[in-house]
């Protein structure tokens, strides 16, 4: 169990789960189906691709928790893992095995699409999620960036292997067409991501304070860093509210779906900001966040219905 953990096995799920419903409930949608859309993997080829993400995700848990092992002796004494029930030296043949697995299946994959190029892809993500957890990290903004990137980049990922071969100069308008919808939501899936970084920042101020970290409360004080963490969130409903307007209005069931399960969530989240200060008021923020961004995501599957 102290490995799965380590891993963040329920995180790894969610990548899982959100890469399937991509391919199964997304290119399968009416409005793509009747122009004739396909895509350009098999089941093989696709199973291949999501071990290829879940893989290097786990690579990039394992890595940081083993530099986060002086901040996490204040932040989670009770969960840290590394040092105490998984040996250092154990850890990093894990994050070794798991980045070796997740780009060799990225180069099966990008070799089945005759696209060799993309394996890069997963290189870059590895050499990324290493740079972060060794330095970025410990710096203001660019290390939450980065990480609300990689989570926007598992989507985007899908469709750039399942879309892009398929493109030819007849066919392009339609599949950019389909892919700006994937678009959306990676963009949606950043922002959501970017508060968490922020409020998984505020909750662990006094563990990255000791461990020298630079993060944004540390920089500016936690009272500071809670109204920028509120302007995101703002800014975020701002999106999703235009978004609602502009392409949803019409759509009753859509509609309600994102106010009371987008909205709604993201508004208490921004008012708990205000006034948020213990430990427990940032882990329950970011509890929501998270299945906020899940709930976002999920909201694919109304469309084949609809």
């Not at 006094?206 to 936690?222: E, F, W």
């Not at 509609?255 to 989240?269: A, E, Q």
């Amino acid at each position: 169990m102290n490995l799965l953990n380590l891993i963040r096995y329920k995180n790894l799920f969610m990548i899982a789960f959100i890469q399937c419903i991509i391919k199964y409930v997304f290119f399968d949608l009416p409005q793509f189906k009747n122009a004739n859309l396909t895509t350009a993997l098999d089941a093989t080829s696709f199973t291949c691709l999501v071990l290829a993400t879940v893989c290097i995700a786990a690579a990039g848990y394992v890595i940081n928790d083993i530099y986060d092992v002086e901040a996490d002796a204040i932040n989670k004494p009770k969960k840290a893992i590394v040092g105490k029930s998984i040996s250092e030296d154990f850890a990093n043949n894990l994050f070794i095995g798991f980045t070796v697995t997740g780009i060799i299946l990225g180069i099966y994959v990008a070799w089945q699409i005759d696209k060799n190029s993309f394996a890069t892809l997963f290189l870059l993500v590895s050499a990324l999620l290493y740079w972060y957890a060794t330095s970025l990290k410990q710096t203001i903004l660019i290390g939450n960036i980065l990480v609300s990137f990689l989570v926007a980049l598992s989507i985007l990922i899908v469709g750039i292997f399942e879309i892009t071969p398929m493109i030819t100069p007849d066919s392009r308008d339609a599949y950019l067409f389909m892919f700006k919808f994937l678009v959306d939501y990676a963009v949606f899936a950043f922002l959501i991501n970017l508060i968490r970084e922020l409020v998984k920042d505020l909750e662990d101020v006094d563990g990255d304070h000791k461990a020298g970290y630079n993060t944004l409360p540390i920089a500016i004080g936690r009272d500071r860093a809670c109204k920028v963490a509120f302007g995101f969130c703002v800014l975020t409903i701002m999106a999703v509210v235009y978004y609602v307007i502009t392409y949803l209005f019409e759509n009753q069931i859509l509609l309600i779906y994102f106010i009371f399960l987008i909205v709604g969530p993201l508004s208490y989240c921004a008012i708990k900001l205000l006034s948020a200060k213990s430990k427990s008021d940032f882990k329950q923020l970011s509890l929501i966040l998270k299945i906020t961004m899940v709930l976002g995501i999920c909201s694919m599957i109304l469309l084949k219905f609809i």
